[in-house]
Structure formats: structure tokens, C-alpha cells
């Protein structure tokens, strides 16, 4: 009678079983959608359906249960949408690699051995990163690795390049790796780590001028750094797409951690100047340019190098699909060129119109939000700056590249997150969210109660 | 930290707003051009991707779209005939289509409004819809009989024939033909090739002598003049007499009309029935300079010639008799040379209009159009074209052509047991070429069952007897066909 009524603390709900609904819901839509290719090509269902829909939602399956186990307070949206994602990748691959003849390298068995492996590292990371607070200490190494993958395309012997760029490694009895899609993780947990070491210095010192706070000369190392790696990315490798995705992403990360908006306007400085002198320097960054202000141009269309046909190709399978899409299997994705890459929105929004694409965006834009939502409820800066940035760069990297597919923006070659064919970007994008749910697992815990009644206690409030 | 990460939040907003509103611009104002883009691939698979209907004679399948299992040119055109219907059938290229393809292309691809119920059904069975089939009036055995004979002849020359009681079209030959086989292929470059090559050979394989080329129809234009003469008197019949001079002074000119080969007609004074047995040109460039230029080309026109284009449903080059100039122009025009210029078609339908007994009805290739479950779409509606001549002078015409056949230059056309009517002619062309061989007739002349023209290029050696060596047979054979015997 006496005691006093205590409030509970409400918990925030694990949601587990509406997640399980929500993967199998993703799972079947992926399923009558590889029923619907096989429909429309062969009109029976693919003989392998079974087989393919059992492993998708076996993996899928797995990794729900290590995610229910290792983070039970993780956001419960997260899993189902890049399930979505990752499975209607592999349903145009699959019907890339049914068209007759099929689009050049579709090989939706790789796909699918790719995504198993990308589950394999998701749980891994979730058993063995039971706090990724341990990343903040490894703050040096990280940088150091991922300066390391981004150069090594270019050291000899494992170095390989291919469609002009320098992008790849092989290595003997495993294949080849892109390794740039490993180093935009390292890079980002290096980013996080030395801003939250430097953010005071980088967020105060300086003098106003203007309306702006400009930072001192010399704390413009960093960025002028970055800017420079960025640039020789960009020159040596050839490779637009990554360039920019990394410079973009440091300049987000500086702006989160410092709040001067000073930094993005040096950042949007910084990159015009660097992509005009690129322009000048070098055809194929001209190039780009030409063809984005100017794609039905003839004679850029005809053009062998550089030219504008893969982009109007994509133009023209989108502008096929109409509102509604002509249908999966029913149109001609194959002939965009690098439809099982670059272009694989194009090659979906043949088939599945207006909406698929509408619908597709809205699923990446929601996986972004979840990232950014659990960005905001870490309870610690560096949790903070990680999580944004991963969920930046995951926006990021869509805009850059159906941004450039749509002609919305100028085209630079970057995988489609989780869409693509290719094994490096599946798996580095699998340990991506694996670091999401680790921390948004964080975030959500609640904190350990305080316990009641316990008597005197004294408080300490510094 | 919170405060900037919103606002990064808003960054990421505003890029997917940016992506879809781009995306929507692209289907909302770009999209059209794209897809009407001629770089645009799949316009040329939309093409191949339809079942198209068939176009069938009889039992005969003239073209049909065959399923090759390809995913880019599923379907592929098929012309199991080839060269002997390919005037009729056209062609189904990878851009274009000629001929029937051409003219009912909405019907045999299945876009056409009329077929709206058909595709809604299949839409709701989840059936594939395929083109509506085309049946053809045309009678196979008379078709394959004339392309036989006219090409045994080793001449260039066309054929038409028509049933003069509905003016459906029995037969219509060209010949050089062409296979529409390798022009129907998938492969644009390949296709473009084989086209090029039938477009310089200089016998040209791929002009339908038969409606798309005039003519100078020669002494078969005589009955025109003998219809214009007769109609003008009621009292004139087979047996009135006519002045038949050796030579016909021909005024304000040097020259003289003369017979053919400059021989005699009769005794000078012959029998209307005689002159046009015998095809004589003085008697016909008298009558005509007594006519005068308008009531011969009044008559013309009362056949069809120089009205309305036809379309049977391709285009029919127009006939024409020619502009007034002088007496002399109209006794040669008068005899079907000049600037006198005939499709053979249009011979046929004035040889339909006499054996119709002066009615000539609109000459067509559809008998039947049916969507893929059969269901008619169309069916041909013999229709009256003109009222040529009065059923009177249809008759004496009628009694004048069997006589060409029984006593005349046509004897070769002659079937045992059946009435024949015909005239034949010798139109001269150019100097130091040998003049075209033309034909006309119908049988059996009391209850005609089909009428025809016949044209040979460079077919006569100079008269018309030798021009009905060459042309009747040919004739004959046809007429057998639809006569069956």
C-alpha cells in the first residue's frame, strides 16, 4: 500500500514476429515474380522456382534467426526491404539469363551463391562484432585498409583492368574482386573514427567571414587529402563512379560531425573545380558530359568510345515500360549493354513500368530512413557518424547511379546496391546492413534499469 | 549531432525526390519520342512479335506467320506460294510492307479498331491476340494456270480476271514475279540486299503489271469505240455497214490510218460484226472522227477510265484515254494507241462490263475477313461500279465478240462446248520493239462466269493474228480453270 506506484519504463517492441512476416512477404513477392518470368517466357513455372525460392528464404531464414539471437532490438524493417532488393536483383538476372540470347555474363546462380556468402558475412558480423563500439579503436587500421584496397587495382600483379577501368584484383583460385566496394566500408569507419576525434577542432576554430565560418588553413588537411585520393581514383583507375561516391560521402560525414555548413560549401568547391579540371584533361570525363547534356545526339550515339548509345538504350527500355511495365520477361532488357550491372534499373523499369520503379526507389529510400533513424537514436557520437554515413552513402550511391542511368545527373559506371550482378558489392553491402542491424540493435536496447528501492544511493552528477 | 543528421536526412529526401520525379518526367514528356525513336530496336520486334493473320485463296495458304521460338523475331512470314501470288500477297518487310500486307496491315497485325472485341476477349482468356485472317477472291487454279502459261510464254506480261457478275478478281498474274520469301526476313541488312537487287533488275520483277503500269490496250480498245458507236444509234447492230478504206486520211496530217500491215478490209464496206472480227483501224477512226472526241471519251469514262482511283484494296494506277487534240490523235486514240493508257485491270473490268450486259461492278481482292476464332470481321459487298452501256449494245457487243472467237483473230481461244467472247489487240510501243499482244474475253458469253485481260509485252510479231497466236491460249487456260474443265 505504501510503496509508490512506479511508472514502468515502456520498452520499445522487438516487432521479431512482424519482421518474420514481412520476410516472408518479401520472399513470395520475389518468388511470384521469378514465376511470373518463367510464365511469360517459357509459360510453365521454372522448374527450379521451388529450389530457388526454398534458398532464398532458407538464407533469408538464417539470417533472421542470427539477427534474433545476436540483435533482438534491431530495426525489424531493415532485413525485409534489402531481402526485397537482393531478391529482385536476382529475378532479372535470372530473366536476363532466359532472354534468348541472353544479355552477356547474366549468371543468376553466382547471384545466388553470392547472396548465400553475403548472409554468411551478415552473421558473422552480427556473432563476432557484439559491439561496434571496437571499430572506433581500429579508427588508423581501417583508413590504412581502405587506402590499400582502393589502390590495389593498380599494383602489379593482382591488379586487372577491364572496360578501361582499373577497378579490379585478381586473386588465384578465388576470382576477381573489386575491392573499392570493401574500402568505401573501411573508409567510412575511418571517416567516423577521426571526426569524432577531431570534430571539435574542425567544428570551432576558425574566423567568420561573411556569413560563413571558415576553418583554419591548416585544419583543411583532411579534406584536401580525401579530395586528392579522390581525384587519383578518378585519374588513375578511371573510375568516376567511386570517386565521387567517396568524396561525397567524407564531405557528408564532416558536415554531420561538425555542423559547418562551411565544410559542404569548400566540399562542392573542392569537387567542381576537380571534376572541370578532370573534364579538361581527360576525354572520357568530357566525354560524360557531352552525353548527358545532349544523349540523342547522333553522333555521340554513334560514337564507338564514350558515346551515348548504352544510356539511350536505357532510355529506350524505360520509355518501353510505360507506366505498368511491359511485364517480367515480356520486354527486351538484354539489349541495354551491362543490364545485369550498371543498368539494371533500366532493365527493370522495362518490365515493370513507372510503378516497379516508384516502388523500387521507395524501398531504397526507406532502408535509408531506417539507417538514418537509427543514426539518430545512437546514444554515442561515433555510433552517430557511422551510422549516418553508411546510410548516406547507400542513398548516395543510388543517386549516382540511376540518377545517371535516368539522365538525371551525368552517367558514371557504380553498382545498383544489392540490385547488380557481382559479388564484391553483394558482399561488402551485406556487411553494410549487417552493421545497421548491429547497431541499431544498440540503439533500441533499452538501457539496463535502474534499480528501485535500492536505498540510499548516492548521485554523482558531474 | 542530431540537428545536422536531420538535415542530412533531408539531403537523402531530396536525391530519391529528385530520382522519382525524374523518372516520371521520363515517362511523362520523353517517353513518346524515345519509343518513336528510329534507334529504338523494339519497334522493330514489336513487329515480330504479333502472330499475324494468314492470307488465303481457296484452300491456299499464301502467307502465314510461322512461330520460330526466337525471342527477339518470334514470328516469322511465310509465303508457302511465293513467286505466283507474291503481286497480291506483297511482302512483310522489317520496315515496311507492300501490297495486301500493306493495305490491310491493321487487320492482319490485329490493331485494327474492328477487331477491339476480339482483343478484349483475350484479353480476359489470357489468350495471345493474333491478326485476322484474309480470304482472297482469288480462284487458285485459274491464278497457277496463268502464271504457267503466261510465263511459258518466255515474255514479260500480266493478267487479270475478273467474275463480271460480282467483280470479284479470279486471277492476277505479273509476271516477272518475285519470291516475297527472303524480302520477309528478320534480317534488316540481308532483307535491304535482296530488295536492292529486284529494285535494279531492269525487267522490273517487283511492278504489279496488272493495276500498278498502263499500257496502250491496242485494238482491244475497239470495242470502247464500237460501244460508243452502237450506243449513239439504236438502230446500228452487227450487220450494219461501215466505210472500210484501205487507207483513212487522216486530216491536217501527211499520214493515213492505215489497216493493219496496210492490207485490205473486206470490200471497202464491211459489217460492223466484220470490222471487229477482222480489226480493222479505218472503219473504228472513222466512226470515232464522226463521234467526235467527247462521246468516245464519255464512253471511256462510263467504264471506269479516267474516274476515281480504284483500290482492290492496293492502289489501282489510273487508266486514261487521253486529252483532246486533233481529229487525227482521236481515230489513233480510238484504236487504242496515242496517248491511250490502260491497266490491264481496267481492260478486264470492260470486258466484265460487256459480258455483264453493260453493268460494270467494282472490281475487289477480299472475299472474307475473320478474326482468329473465325468470327467475321468483313465480307466483300459486290457493288455496282457503272452502268456502261445499255444491256442492248451489250448484247451486239457480246454477238461481235463471239464471232472474233469463232470466225475472228481469236480463234485460238475457242473451248469446245462453250461460248467464248473476245478481242484481241496489237498496240504498237516504241520504234524498232516488237508492239504488245493484248486479249480480252469472257465465257461462257450467255451466263459469263469470268472475264479477262491479258497483256504481253513485246507478245505480237506485228499483227493481231499473231498477237492471238500468242495471248489466246494463254486466256483459254484460265478460262478453263474457272470453268473447271
Same mark, same amino acid.
Given at each position: 500500500?505504501?510503496?509508490?506506484?512506479?511508472?514502468?519504463?515502456?520498452?520499445?517492441?522487438?516487432?521479431?514476429?512482424?519482421?518474420?512476416?514481412?520476410?516472408?512477404?518479401?520472399?513470395?513477392?520475389?518468388?511470384?515474380?521469378?514465376?511470373?518470368?518463367?510464365?511469360?517466357?517459357?509459360?510453365?513455372?521454372?522448374?527450379?522456382?521451388?529450389?530457388?525460392?526454398?534458398?532464398?528464404?532458407?538464407?533469408?531464414?538464417?539470417?533472421?534467426?542470427?539477427?534474433?539471437?545476436?540483435?533482438?532490438?534491431?530495426?525489424?524493417?531493415?532485413?525485409?526491404?534489402?531481402?526485397?532488393?537482393?531478391?529482385?536483383?536476382?529475378?532479372?538476372?535470372?530473366?536476363?539469363?532466359?532472354?534468348?540470347?541472353?544479355?552477356?555474363?547474366?549468371?543468376?546462380?553466382?547471384?545466388? &551463391?553470392?547472396?548465400?556468402?553475403?548472409?554468411?558475412?551478415?552473421?558473422?558480423?552480427?556473432?563476432?562484432?557484439?559491439?561496434?563500439?571496437?571499430?572506433?579503436?581500429?579508427?588508423?587500421?581501417?583508413?590504412?585498409?581502405?587506402?590499400?584496397?582502393?589502390?590495389?587495382?593498380?599494383?602489379?600483379? +593482382?591488379?586487372?583492368?577491364?572496360?578501361?577501368?582499373?577497378?579490379?584484383?585478381?586473386?588465384?583460385?578465388?576470382?576477381?574482386?573489386?575491392?573499392?566496394?570493401?574500402?568505401?566500408?573501411?573508409?567510412?569507419?575511418?571517416?567516423?573514427?577521426? &571526426?569524432?576525434?577531431?570534430?571539435?577542432?574542425?567544428?570551432?576554430?576558425?574566423?567568420?567571414?561573411?556569413?560563413?565560418?571558415?576553418?583554419?588553413?591548416?585544419?583543411?588537411?583532411?579534406?584536401?587529402?580525401?579530395?586528392?585520393?579522390?581525384?587519383?581514383? &578518378?585519374?588513375?583507375?578511371?573510375?568516376?563512379?567511386?570517386?565521387?561516391?567517396?568524396?561525397?560521402?567524407?564531405?557528408?560525414?564532416?558536415? +554531420?560531425?561538425?555542423?559547418?555548413?562551411?565544410?559542404?560549401? +569548400?566540399?562542392?568547391?573542392?569537387?567542381?573545380?576537380?571534376?572541370?579540371?578532370?573534364?579538361?584533361?581527360?576525354?572520357?570525363?568530357?566525354?560524360?558530359?557531352?552525353?548527358?547534356?545532349?544523349?540523342?545526339?547522333?553522333?555521340?550515339?554513334?560514337?564507338?568510345?564514350?558515346?551515348?548509345?548504352?544510356?539511350?538504350?536505357?532510355?529506350?527500355?524505360?520509355?518501353?515500360?510505360?507506366?505498368?511495365?511491359?511485364?517480367?520477361?515480356?520486354?527486351?532488357?538484354?539489349?541495354?549493354?551491362?543490364?545485369?550491372?550498371?543498368?539494371?534499373?533500366?532493365?527493370?523499369?522495362?518490365?515493370?513500368?513507372?510503378?516497379?520503379?516508384?516502388?523500387?526507389?521507395?524501398?531504397?529510400?526507406?532502408?535509408?530512413?531506417?539507417?538514418?533513424?537509427?543514426?539518430?537514436?545512437?546514444?554515442?557520437?561515433?555510433?552517430?557518424?557511422?551510422?549516418?554515413?553508411?546510410?548516406?552513402?547507400?542513398?548516395?550511391?543510388?543517386?549516382?547511379?540511376?540518377?545517371?542511368?535516368?539522365?538525371?545527373?551525368?552517367?558514371?559506371?557504380?553498382?545498383?546496391?544489392?540490385?547488380?550482378?557481382?559479388?564484391?558489392?553483394?558482399?561488402?553491402?551485406?556487411?553494410?546492413?549487417?552493421?545497421?542491424?548491429?547497431?541499431?540493435?544498440?540503439?533500441?536496447?533499452?538501457?539496463?534499469?535502474?534499480?528501485?528501492?535500492?536505498?540510499?544511493?548516492?548521485?554523482?552528477?558531474? | 549531432?542530431?540537428?545536422?543528421?536531420?538535415?542530412?536526412?533531408?539531403?537523402?529526401?531530396?536525391?530519391?525526390?529528385?530520382?522519382?520525379?525524374?523518372?516520371?518526367?521520363?515517362?511523362?514528356?520523353?517517353?513518346?519520342?524515345?519509343?518513336?525513336?528510329?534507334?529504338?530496336?523494339?519497334?522493330?520486334?514489336?513487329?515480330?512479335?504479333?502472330?499475324?493473320?494468314?492470307?488465303?485463296?481457296?484452300?491456299?495458304?499464301?502467307?502465314?506467320?510461322?512461330?520460330?521460338?526466337?525471342?527477339?523475331?518470334?514470328?516469322?512470314?511465310?509465303?508457302?506460294?511465293?513467286?505466283?501470288?507474291?503481286?497480291?500477297?506483297?511482302?512483310?518487310?522489317?520496315?515496311?510492307?507492300?501490297?495486301?500486307?500493306?493495305?490491310?496491315?491493321?487487320?492482319?497485325?490485329?490493331?485494327?479498331?474492328?477487331?477491339?472485341?476480339?482483343?478484349?476477349?483475350?484479353?480476359?482468356?489470357?489468350?495471345?491476340?493474333?491478326?485476322?485472317?484474309?480470304?482472297?477472291?482469288?480462284?487458285?487454279?485459274?491464278?497457277?494456270?496463268?502464271?504457267?502459261?503466261?510465263?511459258?510464254?518466255?515474255?514479260?506480261?500480266?493478267?487479270?480476271?475478273?467474275?463480271?457478275?460480282?467483280?470479284? !478478281?479470279?486471277?492476277?498474274?505479273?509476271?516477272?514475279?518475285?519470291?516475297?520469301?527472303?524480302?520477309?526476313?528478320?534480317?534488316?541488312?540481308?532483307?535491304?540486299?535482296?530488295?536492292?537487287?529486284?529494285?535494279?533488275?531492269?525487267?522490273?520483277?517487283?511492278?504489279?503489271?496488272?493495276?500498278?503500269?498502263?499500257?496502250?490496250?491496242?485494238?482491244?480498245?475497239?470495242?470502247?469505240?464500237?460501244?460508243?458507236?452502237?450506243?449513239?444509234?439504236?438502230?446500228?447492230?452487227?450487220?450494219?455497214?461501215?466505210?472500210?478504206?484501205?487507207?483513212?486520211?487522216?486530216?491536217?496530217?501527211?499520214?493515213?490510218?492505215?489497216?493493219?500491215?496496210?492490207?485490205?478490209?473486206?470490200?471497202?464496206?464491211?459489217?460492223?460484226?466484220?470490222?471487229?472480227?477482222?480489226?480493222?483501224?479505218?472503219?473504228?477512226?472513222?466512226?470515232?472522227?464522226?463521234?467526235?472526241?467527247?462521246?468516245?471519251?464519255?464512253?471511256?469514262?462510263?467504264?471506269?477510265?479516267?474516274?476515281?482511283?480504284?483500290?482492290?484494296?492496293?492502289?489501282?494506277?489510273?487508266?486514261?484515254?487521253?486529252?483532246?487534240?486533233?481529229?487525227?490523235?482521236?481515230?489513233?486514240?480510238?484504236?487504242?494507241?496515242?496517248?491511250?493508257?490502260?491497266?490491264?485491270?481496267?481492260?478486264?473490268? !470492260?470486258?466484265?462490263?460487256?459480258?455483264?450486259?453493260?453493268?460494270?461492278?467494282?472490281?475487289?481482292?477480299?472475299?472474307?475477313?475473320?478474326?482468329?476464332?473465325?468470327?467475321?470481321?468483313?465480307?466483300?459487298?459486290?457493288?455496282?461500279?457503272?452502268?456502261?452501256?445499255?444491256?442492248?449494245?451489250?448484247?451486239?457487243?457480246?454477238?461481235?465478240?463471239?464471232?472474233?472467237?469463232?470466225?475472228?483473230?481469236?480463234?485460238?481461244?475457242? !473451248?469446245?462446248?462453250?461460248?467464248?467472247?473476245?478481242?484481241?489487240?496489237?498496240?504498237?510501243?516504241?520504234?524498232?520493239?516488237?508492239?504488245?499482244?493484248?486479249? !480480252?474475253?469472257?465465257?461462257?458469253?450467255?451466263?459469263?462466269?469470268?472475264?479477262?485481260?491479258?497483256?504481253?509485252?513485246?507478245?505480237?510479231?506485228?499483227?493481231?493474228?499473231?498477237?492471238?497466236?500468242?495471248?489466246?491460249?494463254?486466256?483459254?487456260?484460265?478460262?478453263?480453270?474457272?470453268?473447271?474443265?
Amino acid at each position: 500500500m505504501s510503496t509508490p506506484s512506479v511508472e514502468p519504463v515502456p520498452l520499445p517492441a522487438k516487432r521479431r514476429l512482424a519482421q518474420l512476416a514481412m520476410l516472408a512477404f518479401a520472399v513470395v513477392i520475389v518468388m511470384f515474380a521469378y514465376a511470373n518470368v518463367g510464365l511469360a517466357i517459357d509459360k510453365q513455372i521454372p522448374s527450379g522456382m521451388l529450389t530457388y525460392g526454398l534458398s532464398l528464404g532458407g538464407f533469408m531464414l538464417a539470417a533472421y534467426l542470427v539477427l534474433a539471437r545476436f540483435a533482438p532490438w534491431a530495426d525489424p524493417l531493415i532485413l525485409p526491404l534489402v531481402t526485397l532488393v537482393n531478391g529482385l536483383g536476382l529475378v532479372m538476372i535470372y530473366r536476363l539469363e532466359q532472354a534468348k540470347p541472353p544479355a552477356y555474363g547474366a549468371s543468376p546462380n553466382t547471384q545466388l &551463391l553470392w547472396t548465400a556468402v553475403g548472409v554468411v558475412l551478415f552473421s558473422v558480423t552480427l556473432i563476432v562484432l557484439r559491439d561496434h563500439r571496437a571499430l572506433q579503436r581500429l579508427t588508423y587500421t581501417a583508413g590504412a585498409i581502405g587506402l590499400f584496397l582502393l589502390i590495389s587495382p593498380l599494383l602489379p600483379l +593482382i591488379g586487372h583492368s577491364e572496360n578501361g577501368a582499373s577497378i579490379w584484383i585478381k586473386i588465384p583460385g578465388v576470382g576477381q574482386l573489386q575491392p573499392a566496394e570493401f574500402a568505401k566500408l573501411a573508409l567510412i569507419v575511418f571517416f567516423a573514427g577521426y &571526426l569524432v576525434a577531431k570534430r571539435d577542432v574542425l567544428a570551432l576554430a576558425g574566423r567568420r567571414l561573411l556569413f560563413i565560418d571558415l576553418p583554419r588553413a591548416r585544419d583543411l588537411g583532411p579534406i584536401l587529402i580525401v579530395w586528392g585520393f579522390s581525384l587519383g581514383v &578518378l585519374i588513375l583507375q578511371k573510375d568516376l563512379g567511386s570517386s565521387l561516391l567517396i568524396f561525397g560521402t567524407f564531405i557528408a560525414m564532416l558536415y +554531420i560531425a561538425t555542423q559547418r555548413t562551411s565544410w559542404v560549401l +569548400i566540399g562542392i568547391l573542392l569537387f567542381v573545380g576537380g571534376a572541370i579540371l578532370a573534364g579538361m584533361v581527360f576525354d572520357h570525363v568530357y566525354a560524360r558530359f557531352e552525353v548527358y547534356l545532349n544523349p540523342e545526339d547522333p553522333k555521340l550515339f554513334a560514337r564507338e568510345l564514350g558515346g551515348s548509345e548504352q544510356l539511350m538504350q536505357g532510355l529506350f527500355a524505360m520509355a518501353a515500360g510505360g507506366i505498368l511495365g511491359t511485364g517480367l520477361g515480356q520486354g527486351h532488357p538484354e539489349k541495354i549493354p551491362l543490364a545485369i550491372s550498371d543498368f539494371i534499373f533500366p532493365a527493370t523499369g522495362e518490365e515493370l513500368g513507372l510503378t516497379g520503379l516508384m516502388a523500387l526507389l521507395m524501398v531504397y529510400a526507406l532502408l535509408v530512413q531506417r539507417g538514418l533513424r537509427t543514426s539518430i537514436a545512437a546514444r554515442d557520437p561515433f555510433s552517430k557518424l557511422l551510422a549516418g554515413g553508411l546510410s548516406f552513402i547507400l542513398a548516395w550511391q543510388v543517386f549516382i547511379i540511376v540518377g545517371g542511368v535516368t539522365n538525371l545527373i551525368p552517367l558514371t559506371g557504380l553498382v545498383t546496391p544489392f540490385m547488380s550482378q557481382g559479388g564484391s558489392a553483394l558482399l561488402a553491402n551485406w556487411i553494410l546492413i549487417a552493421l545497421l542491424v548491429r547497431m541499431s540493435d544498440a540503439a533500441r536496447k533499452p538501457p539496463p534499469q535502474a534499480i528501485q528501492d535500492e536505498g540510499m544511493t548516492q548521485v554523482f552528477q558531474r | 549531432m542530431n540537428g545536422p543528421l536531420k538535415r542530412a536526412a533531408l539531403a537523402c529526401l531530396l536525391m530519391f525526390g529528385l530520382l522519382m520525379l525524374n523518372v516520371n518526367y521520363l515517362q511523362a514528356v520523353r517517353a513518346d519520342d524515345l519509343r518513336a525513336d528510329s534507334r529504338n530496336i523494339r519497334n522493330f520486334f514489336d513487329r515480330y512479335e504479333v502472330e499475324r493473320g494468314r492470307i488465303t485463296a481457296g484452300d491456299k495458304v499464301l502467307a502465314e506467320s510461322v512461330d520460330t521460338g526466337s525471342n527477339d523475331f518470334r514470328f516469322e512470314r511465310r509465303y508457302p506460294e511465293g513467286k505466283v501470288y507474291a503481286p497480291i500477297t506483297g511482302f512483310f518487310a522489317p520496315e515496311s510492307e507492300r501490297d495486301m500486307e500493306r493495305a490491310k496491315n491493321s487487320l492482319l497485325n490485329g490493331t485494327s479498331a474492328d477487331l477491339l472485341i476480339r482483343r478484349s476477349i483475350d484479353l480476359f482468356t489470357a489468350k495471345q491476340t493474333k491478326g485476322a485472317n484474309v480470304d482472297l477472291t482469288i480462284n487458285p487454279k485459274a491464278q497457277e494456270a496463268a502464271y504457267k502459261t503466261l510465263g511459258a510464254s518466255g515474255k514479260k506480261g500480266a493478267l487479270v480476271a475478273i467474275e463480271p457478275k460480282t467483280g470479284a !478478281i479470279l486471277a492476277m498474274v505479273s509476271i516477272p514475279s518475285y519470291d516475297p520469301n527472303p524480302l520477309s526476313k528478320a534480317n534488316k541488312a540481308e532483307v535491304n540486299k535482296a530488295y536492292a537487287k529486284l529494285a535494279d533488275d531492269k525487267d522490273q520483277p517487283l511492278l504489279n503489271r496488272a493495276i500498278e503500269r498502263t499500257y496502250p490496250p491496242g485494238s482491244t480498245f475497239k470495242v470502247v469505240t464500237m460501244a460508243a458507236y452502237l450506243e449513239s444509234d439504236d438502230t446500228l447492230g452487227p450487220q450494219s455497214q461501215v466505210d472500210a478504206p484501205q487507207l483513212l486520211d487522216l486530216p491536217n496530217t501527211t499520214a493515213d490510218l492505215p489497216n493493219s500491215g496496210g492490207a485490205a478490209c473486206g470490200s471497202g464496206r464491211v459489217t460492223l460484226s466484220f470490222a471487229l472480227e477482222r480489226s480493222c483501224n479505218t472503219p473504228f477512226g472513222k466512226i470515232a472522227m464522226d463521234l467526235g472526241y467527247d462521246a468516245i471519251n464519255d464512253q471511256a469514262r462510263k467504264f471506269g477510265i479516267g474516274g476515281d482511283p480504284l483500290a482492290v484494296p492496293m492502289p489501282v494506277a489510273a487508266s486514261d484515254f487521253g486529252p483532246e487534240e486533233d481529229k487525227a490523235a482521236l481515230a489513233q486514240a480510238s484504236i487504242g494507241q496515242r496517248s491511250n493508257q490502260m491497266t490491264p485491270l481496267q481492260m478486264a473490268m !470492260i470486258a466484265a462490263g460487256i459480258a455483264n450486259n453493260g453493268v460494270v461492278m467494282k472490281p475487289y481482292l477480299v472475299n472474307k475477313i475473320a478474326d482468329s476464332e473465325g468470327g467475321e470481321i468483313e465480307s466483300a459487298d459486290p457493288e455496282e461500279f457503272t452502268t456502261a452501256i445499255s444491256e442492248d449494245t451489250a448484247r451486239k457487243l457480246q454477238e461481235m465478240m463471239i464471232n472474233v472467237v469463232n470466225n475472228g483473230t481469236a480463234n485460238a481461244a475457242q !473451248i469446245p462446248g462453250v461460248t467464248v467472247a473476245g478481242k484481241t489487240g496489237t498496240a504498237e510501243t516504241a520504234e524498232g520493239r516488237d508492239p504488245h499482244a493484248w486479249f !480480252i474475253s469472257f465465257a461462257p458469253a450467255e451466263d459469263p462466269k469470268v472475264a479477262l485481260a491479258l497483256m504481253v509485252e513485246s507478245g505480237s510479231a506485228g499483227d493481231d493474228a499473231s498477237g492471238g497466236h500468242t495471248a489466246a491460249p494463254i486466256a483459254k487456260s484460265v478460262m478453263e480453270a474457272v470453268l473447271g474443265r
